[in-house]
């Protein structure tokens, strides 16, 4: 009878112990449209057969120039951001371990021995005066049963707090990759603006040798010398320039490498960079719930929802229970001799009467769950937009680094029939140094547009999600 009573009372507590009190998660309707958007500036960034869905796309796949591939694993060795959210990952796995364990009794065992000399007026008449006493115990102390799920509540709480940490840390090294890559990129870009200057100083300084020569002998004016002159030194002046940002570039992408990149390692300008892998963001917007980001936010709702549970099951009885058994004797060699044995028994309840504190609690958790929400719904916006802000700068880059190209040819062209008129004394040289000034100047219009085209496929790959494994 007392087994089945036992076993009663055991089935009662499980049965009790599953019982919850947070309200059922249900997954938020995205507040973005379904399909990405439409129109003109969209007509060549969607699903083409030659592009593939970057959520099925490692990095090593995408980046194919083998020196960067070889930077971004340095960063992801050495990087201490994403080595701090790393080790905010190991830090929310134990709290989360922590939480669980308060599910589960604590088991301690205490040994005591004490000796006492008591004095002769306090005690009777054939009392020992000196008293000794052992006792070894096995117990539970103060261990809280789970009736309403308050414990088991906090502890779902803490497991999605360890998963969007989890996904906070994908997210980190997601930006890394990305960082890496334009900073890479836009190293290329600066060298590549280095040697056009080196080279159009060349070019500017053998034609003003030449204007001065003329000018020596009487063929040339000086109005003409000293635009020749004006031309030498903004080509001059843009070599310190791109010195200056050749050095910062590189100290940034060390920084986010977290060590010093070989020289090897470092490209020489754009042409040396190897091509992207094209991708789509397939045709649904529901590819943006995969971002580690928005993942993370979830996670969050999630564990806001397991925190209004737990506030609700505090305004419920508490029962906690203390228990022990062993073994006490006046003699150390008696504490495992017949009848020493002892054993306590003591649960307690505690039930709320008037604690505001406790409503007020459950208040905040639902405030808090709202709060968390509408972080959700925005991330997910936010992710939208910026995923169609590369898709707008991949329909329309192509066409305009193309008119770009079109327009460097015909200016280039002009320059050179420009110059041939000069030395035929046709025209002055103004006209000259203003073709030069437009040639110069869409030259370096043209790197930047090739710059913004690799940029923004590696802004969409990561937007995107990519770029995880």
Request: charged share 20%.
């Amino acid at each position: 009878m007392r087994r089945v009573s036992l076993l009663v009372v055991g089935g009662l507590l499980i049965f009790l112990g599953s019982c919850s009190l947070a309200p059922k998660y249900t997954k938020p309707q995205a507040p973005i449209p379904d399909k990405w958007p439409q129109g003109a500036a969209y007509k060549n960034s969607l699903t083409t057969a030659e592009t593939e869905v970057v959520q099925e796309l490692k990095w090593q796949e995408f980046f194919t120039d083998k020196k960067l591939q070889k930077i971004i694993g340095t960063a992801l060795s050495n990087n201490r951001d994403l080595r701090l959210a790393a080790l905010n990952v190991e830090r929310a796995r134990a709290l989360y371990g922590i939480q669980r364990a308060e599910l589960f009794p604590v088991v301690s065992s205490t040994e005591a021995g004490s000796k006492q000399r008591r004095s002769a007026d306090l005690i009777s008449t054939g009392e020992p005066r000196t008293v000794e006493q052992y006792s070894m115990n096995l117990g539970i102390a103060a261990w809280e049963i789970d009736f309403f799920g308050r414990i088991r509540s906090l502890k779902d709480q803490a497991l999605e707090e360890y998963m969007a940490t989890e996904q906070a840390r994908r997210s980190a090294q997601i930006a890394l990759i990305a960082e890496v890559a334009r900073a890479y990129l836009t190293l290329a870009s600066d060298r590549e603006n280095f040697k056009l200057s080196k080279a159009t100083l060349e070019t500017q300084h053998d034609s003003y040798d030449l204007i001065e020569k003329s000018y020596k002998i009487g063929l040339a004016t000086e109005i003409d010398l000293r635009r020749a002159q004006t031309q030498v030194d903004e080509a001059r002046k843009d070599i310190p320039r791109f010195t200056q940002l050749m050095a910062q570039d590189q100290n940034a992408l060390n920084l986010l490498a977290g060590s010093s990149i070989p020289e090897e390692l470092l490209p020489e300008d754009l042409n040396s960079v190897g091509s992207l892998k094209q991708i789509s963001p397939g045709l649904s917007s529901e590819a943006l719930l995969n971002r580690p980001d928005i993942a993370a936010a979830e996670h969050q709702l999630k564990g806001a929802y397991a925190y209004i549970g737990a506030a609700r099951a505090s305004l419920f009885p508490t029962i906690s229970l203390t228990t022990s058994f062993g073994t006490a004797s006046d003699d150390l060699s008696g504490l495992f001799k017949s009848g020493s044995g002892t054993w306590n028994f003591a649960p307690q309840m505690a039930v709320p009467i008037f604690d505001t504190r406790a409503w007020a609690a459950l208040r905040v958790s639902k405030a808090d769950r709202k709060i968390v929400l509408t972080q959700y719904e925005k991330a997910i916006q936010t992710a939208f937009r910026e995923v169609a802000d590369a898709l707008a700068v991949q329909g329309t880059i192509n066409e305009q680094i193309s008119a770009q190209h079109s327009l460097v040819e015909s200016v280039s062209e002009t320059y050179r029939l420009s110059y041939k008129r000069y030395t035929m004394g046709i025209d002055s040289y103004l006209g000259v140094l203003d073709a030069h000034r437009s040639l110069y100047a869409q030259q370096q219009v043209l790197i930047s547009l090739r710059l913004s085209r690799l940029a923004n496929q590696v802004t969409l790959y990561a937007v995107l999600g990519g770029g995880s494994e």
